[in-house]
C-alpha cells in the first residue's frame, strides 16, 4: 500500500472523503501512479494532484478509477457530488493556498531536468576534482587520509549517501504518514470500530422479501408499517424490516432506493446519500438518529 502524503489544510469533511476514497481505489489496483495515469488517459501530474487533495477528479477519470478497482461507482459517484458541493464553496481558497507551492515544485523539476540534460551533453570525461572541493572536506571518520595527487589520470570519486541517513529518512516517512491518516481521517478508525460493535448487538440478516408501504403518520412523524424505531443503525449488506422502513420513507421523500425489498443494498446505499446531502447530515451511508428523524419528519 502507499504511504500517502498529508492532505492540505483546511479541505472540507466531505473533500477529505472523497480523496480517501480515491487513495483506496488506487491502492486496491495495485497499480502505481505512472500506471494509472497511462490506463486512465489522464496525465500523472493531474492524478498527483487529485490524488493530494490540491485539484478535483473529473468524473470521467473517477469513472476509469473505479474500473480499474472494480469498485461499486454508485457509492463513489454520491461521495464526489458531495465533495463537489464543498468544494464550490471552499475549494477555491484551498487552491489558492496550494497554487504557489505547486508552480515552486514544477519550477524546481523543470530546473533539474535542463539541468541533467546540460550534463548528459556535455563532454563524456569529468574533470578531477581539487582536494579542495567542498565534497572532500567531510570524510567519514576512520576514512584513510588521501596520499599526494599524481600527475597521472584520477579515478572519479563518487558520494553515496549514508546507509543510516536513508534508513532514517524511510521511517520517518513512514511514521509521518501513519500520524497523517490518524489525523486526518478520524473517521475511518470511528466506522470501523463502530461496525463490529453494531454486528454483536444486530440480529443475522435475513432474506430479502416482499415489503408493502403503509403510511401514516403519528405525532408529527411518518411511519411505513415495516418498523418503528427511530435509533437502530442500518447500513450496507443488512436485510429485514427496518431496511424496508428505510425504503418506503425515502420513496415518500422522492428518491428512489430501487425497490422495497428490505435489502441494503448500492442503489439503497446511493439513496441515503442523497438523503442526507439534502439535509445537511454527515455524509457516511448509515441510517442514525440523524437520518431517522429527517426520513421520518
Not at 500523472?44 to 494532484?49: C, I, K, L, P, V
Not at 454508485?74 to 468544494?87: I, M, R
Not at 439535509?279 to 419528519?297: E, F, K, N, S
Amino acid at each position: 500500500m502507499a504511504r500517502w502524503k498529508a492532505l492540505p489544510e483546511g479541505l472540507d469533511p466531505a473533500v477529505v472523503r472523497f480523496v480517501a476514497e480515491l487513495r483506496r481505489l488506487k491502492d486496491e489496483t495495485g497499480l502505481s501512479v505512472v500506471q494509472v495515469a497511462e490506463r486512465t488517459g489522464y496525465s500523472e501530474a493531474s492524478w498527483q494532484r487529485y490524488f493530494g487533495g490540491r485539484m478535483l477528479a473529473p468524473r470521467e477519470a473517477v469513472d476509469k478509477l473505479v474500473e480499474l478497482a472494480g469498485a461499486e461507482a454508485a457509492t463513489v459517484s454520491a461521495l464526489q457530488d458531495a465533495a463537489q458541493e464543498a468544494w464550490r464553496a471552499t475549494g477555491s481558497a484551498v487552491g489558492s493556498d496550494e497554487a504557489s507551492d505547486e508552480a515552486s515544485d514544477e519550477a524546481s523539476d523543470e530546473a533539474s531536468d535542463e539541468a541533467e540534460l546540460d550534463a548528459q551533453a556535455g563532454e563524456p570525461e569529468t574533470p578531477a576534482l581539487p582536494t579542495s572541493s567542498p565534497e572532500f572536506a567531510s570524510e567519514p571518520s576512520g576514512a584513510p587520509v588521501p596520499g599526494p595527487v599524481s600527475s597521472g589520470p584520477q579515478p572519479v570519486r563518487r558520494l553515496v549517501p549514508d546507509a543510516r541517513t536513508v534508513l532514517t529518512s524511510l521511517l520517518s516517512a513512514l511514521v509521518g504518514a501513519v500520524v497523517t491518516l490518524a489525523v486526518t481521517q478520524p473517521w475511518s478508525a470511528t466506522t470501523a470500530s463502530a461496525a463490529p460493535a453494531a454486528a454483536t448487538v444486530k440480529p443475522p440478516a435475513k432474506s430479502p422479501v416482499a415489503y408493502h408501504c403503509t403510511y401514516q403518520q403519528s405525532g408529527g412523524k411518518w411511519y411505513a408499517g415495516a418498523s418503528t424505531t427511530s435509533t437502530d443503525l442500518v447500513m450496507d449488506g443488512d436485510a429485514g424490516p427496518e431496511v424496508a422502513e428505510v425504503q418506503c420513507l425515502l420513496q415518500r421523500a422522492g428518491i428512489s432506493p430501487g425497490g422495497i425489498d428490505g435489502a441494503f443494498g448500492p442503489m439503497t446505499l446511493h439513496a441515503v446519500i442523497q438523503e442526507q446531502l439534502a439535509h445537511h447530515i454527515d455524509v457516511d451511508g448509515q441510517v442514525g438518529p440523524q437520518t431517522w428523524a429527517a426520513l421520518r419528519g
